[in-house]
């Protein structure tokens, strides 16, 4: 030990590549406290502590009961804190939803701002317990405390940023809206709203544009066959002269309202020319259940239909492996749905 701090004393770059490593554990130590933090407040919040992961060795909350799901490349420590769906959905009262629902977007603030001040705390402990001298060895632990309020101060930031642009921007609500839905949420729980009664003055096109596919998605999972109209004409008047690939999930949303809910079959062509090769080459469910409502509604092929339809059930266990819980349960509906118009 002494041989390792006299070569610290003479040598610059050892140094720095102490503090650099000192300043790394400050981030594992800020990780820590994290990891504390959402365990004992994230339930209180209406949210909970999801997975944990210790230098890329992953743990998983699945009913319950924590699980090792395997390791990936990390040096970090991390949690990750998801929508409590459960609770949710056990929730009655409509009031209480919207109460829970803003507790938990207002978690994240909440969170940020007890780790950054605990983290500060435990920064300036740091700091003042070395000396006032510039030794190696005082610089290496005013690293440690430095790194602790770098770290601390870093996730305040992120965390205030990310509350803005989620209070703020149809983006941030669109963020929020896809967070629930792969926590877990089933999709008529989502309780999403129309863009015009949304509260953001501005939207830009590429916003609505991103938003319309969830939704739509959420209009048809609720039955509220009757609202789509005016969702959909808007999002034709949004619609590019050109089509590009991050609005492909709206062409594919619109040609199945077009081959279904309101069949149109020269709408429901145009839309086919830009995703049908998708939709066709794509083995899911939901791709299976659009190509099955375009065979029997534009194209009149009954027995293509029936086929499409078979596979898109055949296939909802390997469906089931790539998407949320409320995406297959929605899935599950549409092809019952679906093979009720079929009469199969």
Sequence with gaps: MDRFIRSIRGNTLVLLVTVFVFFLIASWVRGLIEILINFIFAPLFGNKLNSVSFWGYGFENMNDKWTYVGKKSSLGIRSYVVFDCEKFGNIDDPDEKKKLGKKSD?????YSWIIFVL?????LVVIFTANTSMDSINTIICAL???LIYHGLFLLIVGYYSSHKMKT???GYTDNAVKKLRA???IPNLELLPVNLLPYEKTIKAERLLYFPFYFIYLDACGRFDEMKPVVDAANDDLPEQFSRPIANAYIQLMYYYSCHNVDE???RYFYENVGKFLVNDRDSNSRRIMAYFELNINKNREAAIEYAKAAK???NTFKAKVSAGEYHYEIECVDRLYRVLGI
């Design 119 to 123: 983290c500060l705390v435990l920064g």
């Design 106 to 110: 207002g978690y994240h603030i909440f």
């Design 266 to 268: 020269v709408k429901a």
């Design 314 to 316: 055949n296939n909802l």
């Design 184 to 186: 877990g949420c089933l």
């Design 169 to 171: 921007s149809l983006a």
């Design 145 to 147: 405390g430095a790194g």
